[in-house]
């Protein structure tokens, strides 16, 4: 079955920057885009944007453009979200999900999250 | 402010039909297929329903979609005190070039 699994937690401080993997197993990892959508506390889902693993090209939120970078390493099956110049509100939890393939951008199976803290 | 517009809740008693609306533009909901998301407390969220009216295999018959226009509604019959959870309506923009949610309705089984 698919599964995706996340790095732990961190804890960053205002202005540095964050890198999250998501290590994909159960299907071909080259076949599906991976998207990243993270929930701040309380709050509702934001996407960030997706990858194609094949290829490496990335779309990303206009919201995220120029401090947000999608990776992804097809030797180990992983994708990597790294997010710069963290403020306090980019506090949330980050998922990634995986791209059903063929119908309008279903996220069909998601990642157990990971909590970025962003505090001085 | 959320692209899609939700009810920030809703609520029911075991046994009713709830529906939850979804309001977008001809640029989301208008052009391209509708997906909803169950969120249960402290988990992931869990695709209930894509392609506007399609359960993925697990999903009980309960849930239900459908879309018009620009808008779209989630509907579940049966209300079961397991289905308390935050629901979310997303699709794919074309202005914006991107996935837009909408900002989430708790479902309340009272």
């Known amino acids: 079955q698919v599964q995706l699994v996340q790095s732990g937690a961190e804890v960053k401080q205002p202005g540095a920057s964050v890198k999250v993997s998501c290590k994909s197993s159960?299907?071909?990892?080259?076949?599906?885009?991976m998207h990243w959508v993270r929930q701040a506390p309380g709050q509702g889902l934001e996407w960030m944007g997706l990858?194609?693993?094949?290829?490496?090209?990335?779309t990303y939120a206009q919201v995220f453009q120029g401090r947000v970078t999608m990776t992804s390493d097809t030797s180990t099956s992983t994708v990597y979200m790294d997010l710069s110049s963290l403020r306090s509100e980019d506090t949330a939890v980050y998922y990634c999900?995986?791209?059903?393939?063929?119908?309008?951008?279903?996220?069909?199976?998601w990642g157990q999250g990971t909590l970025v803290t962003v505090s001085s | 402010q959320s692209v899609l517009t939700q009810p920030p809740s809703a609520s029911g008693t075991p046994g009713q039909r709830v529906t939850i609306s979804c309001s977008g533009s001809r640029y989301n909901i208008g052009s391209n297929t509708v997906n909803w998301y169950q969120q249960l407390p402290g988990t992931a969220p869990k695709i209930l329903i894509y392609?506007?009216?399609q359960r993925p295999s697990g999903v009980p018959d309960r849930f239900s979609g459908s879309k018009s226009g620009t808008s779209a509604s989630l509907a579940i019959s049966g209300l079961q005190s397991e289905d308390e959870a935050d629901y979310y309506c997303?699709?794919?923009?074309?202005?914006?070039?991107?996935?837009?949610f909408g900002g989430g309705t708790k479902l309340t089984v009272l």
């Open positions: 159960g299907y071909t990892f080259t076949s599906n885009y």
């Open positions: 990858i194609s693993p094949s290829g490496g090209s990335t």
């Open positions: 999900a995986r791209d059903q393939g063929f119908s309008g951008y279903t996220l069909d199976s």
């Open positions: 392609s506007n009216n």
């Open positions: 997303a699709a794919w923009d074309d202005s914006l070039n991107g996935l837009v």
